[in-house]
Each structure stands twice: as C-alpha cells, then as structure tokens.
C-alpha cells in the first residue's frame, strides 16, 4: 500500500508490498522469511532473536514451518529485556507517585527511586543475566543479589 503523493505515477515500480498496521507488518514478514527459508535458501531457523514481541513468534511457532518435528525456539534480545524492566519501574513510579510508604515519603525522589537509579537497576539486570547465562538458578541469584547490593547502605550493609 502506497502513501506517497505522486504514487499515480510510480504504481508499475512501487514496492510497497503490505497493507496494515506496522505490527501486522511485523508478524506477516517474520512468517515469510522463516516460510520460504527452506525453499529459497536451503535453511532452517531454528532459533527466532526477537524483541519481546510475542505475536511473531506465536505466529511461526504455531505455522511449523518446517513441519510438525522441528520447533523453533524462541530467543530474548537481553537489551529489550533490560528496556522493559526500566519501563516497568519508570511506570511503577508514575502510577504510585502520590501513595506514601511506610515511612510516610513517596517512591519517587530524593535517594528513592529517580530515574538515575533505575538506569542502575537496568544496567545491573543486564549484567547479572549475561555473566550467568547457563543457569535460571544462578540468574535468580544474582538478580537478587543485585537487588540487595542497590538497597544496602553503609548503616545497614
């Protein structure tokens, strides 16, 4: 589907070739090329890198592609992961930025939690997911000793 302005005089060379949303776009293209790898290129992907997304990837794991005995595996891009812990938070923070805590102060500001302390949260999230990649345990782990390495303070370490 064409959008340009003069696409009257470009419609024999155009090659616009979907019509829909973007995410519709997304999940049609991903098909196709796992579709025709076989035929085209002799290959199969066995392994699908995507953004979180799981509508391409439910597209073509239920497609089997390559029949009912190959399953593509689906894998996560560490840097969408660590995105969508910080959007998580940052929302976390916005949603409950009037309800007091405990100690009666907010969850935002001063020494809580700003938006310099989640980028921290992001980057040590990366960090503890990519040196202990082999094991969902030793990610646990170290996701929570994280966490409590970001809440110490010298007066209670």
Same mark, same amino acid.
């Given at each position: 589907?064409c959008r340009?302005? #003069?696409?009257?005089n470009?419609l024999?060379?155009? /090659?616009?070739?979907y019509?829909?949303?973007?995410?519709?776009m997304?999940?049609?293209?991903?098909?196709?090329?796992?579709d025709r790898? $076989?035929?085209?290129y002799?290959?199969r992907?066995t392994?699908?890198l995507g953004d979180?997304?799981?509508k391409?990837?439910? /597209?073509?794991?239920e497609?089997r592609?390559y029949?009912?005995?190959? *399953?593509?595996?689906? $894998? *996560?891009? +560490?840097?969408h992961?660590q995105?969508?812990?910080?959007?998580?938070l940052?929302a $976390?923070?916005?949603?409950?930025?009037?309800?007091k +805590?405990r #100690?009666?102060?907010? +969850?935002?500001?001063?020494?809580?939690?700003t #938006?310099?302390?989640?980028?921290?949260?992001? /980057?040590?999230?990366?960090?503890?997911?990519r040196s202990n990649n082999?094991?969902?345990?030793?990610i646990?782990?170290?996701?929570?000793a *994280?966490?409590f390495? +970001?809440?110490?303070t010298?007066? #209670?370490?």
């Open positions: 589907f340009c302005p #003069d696409k009257e470009h024999d060379t155009c /090659s616009a070739n019509q829909g949303s973007s995410g519709g997304e999940v049609a293209g991903v098909k196709q090329i796992f790898s $076989l035929s085209n002799g290959v992907y392994k699908y979180g997304d799981c391409a990837y439910s /597209s073509v794991a497609s592609p029949g009912e005995n190959v *399953e593509v595996q689906k $894998l *996560e891009c +560490l840097g992961v995105k969508r812990m910080g959007t998580r940052r $976390l923070k916005q949603k409950n930025s009037k309800t +805590l #100690d009666g102060k907010t +969850l935002g500001g001063r020494n809580r939690l #938006d310099t302390v989640i980028d921290k949260i992001q /980057s040590y999230y990366g960090k503890a997911i082999t094991s969902v345990e030793d646990k782990r170290a996701v929570w *994280e966490y390495h +970001l809440i110490s010298n007066k #209670d370490p």
